[in-house]
């Protein structure tokens, strides 16, 4: 690891649906054609120093890859302890569910409950270092929590919009960490028409997921993560709970850069992405043999996380399940919290609705011959079921 306090960065961004590259050291938004932008690596100059072996000894949180992350000064490194969160091995559950094994990555022990913290301490660092001054970001819950606390870290100043009938657990986390909270009667993408004006009208810069490059950099190092939890490979299957999706895009964006570093080979886990019966756009989409999914008209879904009716990155999502030869299936509320119990009572992890609904999507998978009974299956709990703690199922 370099001594010093500047790291080499991403070399440019990239358009995800044209290709076309981009300065990478300015604050940037969506592409020219309205597309999420990928922060890109020199990774041939890396290949020989950012190796598995390299990583023995460092600190124990996502900052451990550094040299595939965007933020050029240590000093913006936003830190609260996130990343590095433990893959649990989970027999009973296998042994429920009729595959060889099983494991949860338990991102609920974040620093603020959610697997948000990775996204959001690199789109805060990232903004911070480019010079940003105040934060936005419409949010169904968690994502607000993160940013807020990222930013309140940085001393910059976050605005937050939410549906009013956000979790409050969440909403009194938002209010802990002294942001600018407003409640709106919609769903997320009516908040992020609110976050659109004051971002026009204000100067605020926007962390709407996927519309900034650099919240997806968080979320890959899930993908590392896995590798090293695993001793060097990666599972047959993932099962992902997918909103805005980034990351199930960033996961398979690790993967991809693993392979050019010489981490990996081209074996590439298959990406299940996990909806809510009452807002499934990507489940209809890859039903469909759509490229992009139609907005979801009138979402339900007492897991917040999964009311996102419509995603930018709709396409990285499908192209992912579709080069993996994975799937998209939806649960119904009730189910969800029925599997929230089972695997609470099997593991000792209280999941989130969404991390019940990636053990309720295995059975249905197994039947259309996407997970074999003979794999080695790593479910993704995204969140904390304490922050939803009094929320019941819309179903």
Request: aromatic share 8%.
């Amino acid at each position: 690891m370099d001594d010093g306090s500047t790291l080499p960065g991403a070399s440019h961004l990239e358009c995800t649906w044209t290709g076309e590259t981009f300065e990478s050291e300015a604050l940037q938004g969506l592409s020219p054609v309205g597309k999420p932008l990928f922060a890109r690596y020199d990774l041939a100059a890396l290949r020989d120093r950012f190796t598995p072996e390299s990583l023995e000894g460092r600190r124990p949180d996502l900052w451990r890859y550094e040299e595939v992350l965007p933020v050029r000064d240590r000093r913006y490194q936003v830190q609260l302890g996130e990343g590095w969160t433990p893959l649990v091995d989970a027999p009973r559950t296998a042994k429920r569910l009729g595959v060889r094994r099983l494991l949860v990555k338990n991102e609920g022990i974040n620093p603020t409950g959610s697997f948000k913290d990775r996204g959001l301490a690199l789109a805060v660092s990232r903004a911070w270092e480019l010079g940003a001054e105040e934060l936005a970001l419409p949010s169904a819950g968690n994502a607000g929590s993160a940013a807020s606390a990222y930013g309140a870290a940085a001393g910059l100043p976050v605005h937050v919009v939410v549906p009013q009938d956000t979790p409050a657990p969440i909403l009194e986390e938002i209010r802990a960490f002294g942001s600018d909270l407003q409640l709106l009667d919609g769903l997320i993408n009516d908040c992020g028409e609110v976050v659109k004006k004051g971002v026009e009208e204000k100067g605020w810069w926007p962390l709407s997921t996927l519309k900034e490059p650099y919240r997806v950099e968080g979320k890959k190092t899930m993908g590392y993560e896995l590798f090293e939890q695993l001793g060097g490979r990666l599972p047959d299957a993932i099962v992902y709970p997918t909103g805005g999706g980034t990351g199930l895009i960033g996961m398979w964006k690790a993967f991809h850069e693993m392979e050019e570093l010489g981490w990996i080979g081209s074996e590439r886990p298959r990406m299940i992405s996990v909806q809510s019966a009452g807002c499934a756009p990507m489940v209809r989409a890859w039903e469909e043999g759509a490229e992009e999914a139609d907005l979801w008209e009138n979402a339900t879904t007492y897991a917040s996380g999964l009311r996102v009716p419509g995603a930018v990155g709709d396409f990285l999502i499908l192209r992912a399940l579709r080069e993996s030869g994975g799937g998209a299936v939806a649960v119904k509320d009730h189910v969800m919290a029925e599997w929230v119990a089972k695997l609470g009572a099997d593991t000792g992890i209280f999941a989130a609705p969404e991390g019940g609904a990636v053990a309720a999507a295995v059975p249905p998978m197994m039947e259309q011959g996407i997970i074999d009974p003979d794999d080695e299956v790593v479910l993704f709990n995204t969140g904390s079921g304490l922050k939803y703690v009094g929320m019941t199922p819309v179903d």
